[in-house]
């Protein structure tokens, strides 16, 4: 690669062996790294001086203060920022460092190309013989009893009506227990034929009818038995019914190069934004409480790790780990355990809600996001300008969806619901 072509970066790292590892890993990017130095002893004018691409910073407790002088860098849209874990840079070894160094140059050239050399025919090539994998064949072996005995567990307690099964069990050699289903439905129809018996009336008493009970005293109030002033009304609080039921929220999906536009995107929306902000973002490590710290820098609402069994509220950014989904009943947004997000798309109340695929957002989700904004959604995605992984946007614009950068993105947003 050439000079010219080489891209110019700044490495934040304090001295030790992520910065080592961090040096070989930008040379062998082909990238120009035009400054090296601890951001705690950094002036701020230097790097901005050295007219930096791209920023790479390796990310510890120890610097996170010294972060906030060079924000005018930071957030310079012509600048690219990525971050990395000093202590996972500071372990990869063969292998890891060599994959990682991959991902790199793919997002300092805005490629996808991560295979090592000389594997790009062989995975394109490889053939095997015999038929493809059957349905059956994938679920070979797999342990349904469990299901099968919670199953008719749940059938025991279901709620007893008119058309509750009266009929006895069959048991088989086992200690499971099996019902019927020829049995339940004749006994289900032998009780919706039958004529309905009213209960026998009560017998009234012969000795003539039972003597009142004696008078209250009657209160201050002048109402027997209901003292009116010992009722308290508690006032409603202003917005409580608002918070229970969040109608709709803001999906955010990225990936490659992704960390950098989802803080772009934060910084520009306002304070007491209307809606719950989801950021669906992988990581390699899984330090997401690494990635709320980052996110909290930039953004002017409060920004939390998701967790399962807690609701969504209005106004704050939900971090989404890779265990945790949200979903919608009943109208409220909340979470729960899974690593499936693409079923949650459908369930967004369209008029109120939004779809946006940022660089390297996964292509599967193209076709539920293009459905949900003809349904009435705010679906967009990144421009190709910044944009490293450009493919699921590029895909979404195919469908009719409209592209832009996140400060922009961050105004549609803003002009819809704020």
Excluded at 116 to 126: F, I, K, M
Excluded at 200 to 209: F, K, R
């Amino acid at each position: 690669m050439s000079v010219s072509e080489a891209k110019r970066v700044a490495l934040l790292a304090r001295p030790g062996e992520a910065r080592e590892r961090l040096r070989v890993a930008l040379h062998e990017a082909g990238a120009e790294i035009v400054l090296e130095d601890d951001p705690n002893a950094l002036d701020a004018e230097a790097l901005g001086n050295s007219a930096p691409q791209v920023v790479l910073v390796a990310l510890e407790p120890a610097i996170e203060d010294s972060l906030e002088r060079f924000d005018s860098v930071l957030h310079d849209p012509a600048v690219a920022v990525i971050f990395d874990e000093a202590e996972l840079a500071a372990r990869r070894q063969g292998w890891d460092a060599q994959r990682w160094a991959r991902h790199l140059a793919a997002k300092l050239h805005g490629h996808r190309d991560v295979l090592p050399p000389g594997r790009e025919e062989d995975v394109a090539l490889q053939l095997e013989p015999g038929l493809p994998v059957t349905p059956a064949q994938l679920h070979e072996g797999a342990e349904i009893s469990l299901h099968l005995e919670e199953a008719a567990g749940m059938a025991l307690e279901l709620p007893s009506d008119d058309f509750a099964y009266t009929g006895s069990f069959q048991a088989r050699d086992t200690d499971e227990q099996v019902i019927d289903a020829d049995a339940w439905l004749r006994s289900a129809s032998a009780q919706a034929e039958a004529p309905a018996v009213p209960p026998p009336l009560p017998e009234l008493p012969t000795g003539g009818p039972p003597p009142l009970p004696p008078a209250p005293a009657a209160t201050s109030t002048g109402h027997a038995g209901f003292d009116l002033s010992k009722l308290e009304l508690e006032p409603l609080e202003a917005g409580s019914l608002a918070s229970a039921r969040v109608q709709g929220a803001v999906l955010v999906f990225a990936g490659i190069g992704g960390p950098d536009a989802v803080r772009k995107l934060l910084a520009d929306l306002p304070t007491g934004f209307p809606k719950p902000v989801m950021v669906h973002l992988r990581l390699d490590g899984g330090r997401y409480d690494n990635l709320v710290r980052q996110m909290e820098r930039v953004s002017h609402m409060p920004v939390l790790l998701a967790e399962a069994g807690k609701a969504a509220e209005a106004g704050h950014v939900y971090v989404l780990p890779g265990d945790v989904v949200p979903f919608v009943d009943a109208g409220v947004v909340s979470f729960r355990p899974g690593a499936v997000i693409h079923t949650m798309i459908p369930q967004l109340p369209p008029a109120d809600s939004a779809v946006l695929l940022l660089s390297g957002s996964d292509t599967a989700l193209v076709d539920a996001a293009a459905t949900l904004g003809s349904e009435g959604a705010l679906v967009m995605g990144q421009s190709q300008e910044g944009c490293y992984d450009p493919a699921a946007p590029k895909a979404l614009a195919a469908r009719g969806a409209d592209l832009g950068s996140p400060a922009q993105i961050a105004q549609r947003l803003t002009d819809r619901w704020f």
